[in-house]
């Protein structure tokens, strides 16, 4: 016979919310319950655990210990594993629902999400998408916070962070824009050099900008960066009327902009496809809701004529 564990999962959530917000009187706040419970909670968890998880100052919070710092991570799965068990037993284990926070990078948005939404509703209605729109930084912060069970984003900046796993899903090219006026705009293919000493309008977010200049140096001319923007149609709404030229990875299905222009695509001949990847933290247990969701984008990313 097994013996009894000694910690409660109340005790474990109460532990979560005191490191989230790094102090016991904000966390009782958040909890709606008297912050000596909060106290006692963590106090009796240390205890059981034999372990010291936080460090205390006065007037300056909780700071996590190193063994604070395992057990964060250890009681996010448990519990997300717990409201697992719990939700499958009510369901008889037949039905797939529950919340899944989702990160993605905001310009894979609108070519990943409609998608993953419709077809979410169709095969997995008890499913409820809670999507965090960001850049690669804010993603990465928002998986080691817990705050988002995945991460649907580039391969920038990801390899510097070991404590996340990719996969990757599909393969972007990155490929010119120009005014449909430009001379080349019928050519259907380019080497960078052809146009590195023409204006660059950049997308300027983190990461992307540096991939992007790097895109035009690798051609041994310094980009001309004229005008930037993070906003994905402002880049190519410029480019429509002839105040540069850009790169891109993610195509829309019209030349069109919201601004009335027009513009023309180009192949690139000598520059490699950025990877799309499912970034998770690594050893994390996903739900089989997260599952499902991840296997769903996996066949998006597989029909390039929706993505």
Known sequence: MTSPVGFTLVQLRYFLVAAEHGSMTEASAELHIAQSAVSAAVYNLERDLQVQLFIRRRGRGLTLTPAGERLQQQARDL???????????????????????????????????????????????????????????????????GRIDFALTYDLGLTTEPALRGETIARAPAYVIVSADHPLAGQGSVELAELS????????LPHSRDYFRSLVA?????????????SYETVRSLVARGLGFSVLNQRPTTGHTYGGGEIAELKLRDVSALEVKLASVEGMTQSARSRAVMELLREIAARPTEV
Not at 87 to 101: D, F, H, K, L
Not at 197 to 204: M, S, Y
Not at 218 to 230: C, E, M, S, W
Request: negative net charge.
């Open 218 to 230: 690798a051609t041994g001319t310094a980009p001309d960066v004229r005008y930037r923007t993070q």
């Open 197 to 204: 000493t023409e204006p660059l309008v950049l997308l300027d």
């Open 79 to 145: 519990l997300a594993r717990a409201r697992e068990v719990e939700r499958e037993a009510r369901g008889n284990g037949e039905t797939i629902c529950g919340p899944v926070a989702v990160g993605c990078f905001v310009t894979l948005v609108p070519f990943y999400l409609p998608p993953l939404f419709s077809a979410c509703t169709r095969r997995y209605p008890g499913i409820e998408l809670d999507v965090v729109e960001a850049e690669t930084d804010q993603l990465v912060h928002a998986l080691a916070a």
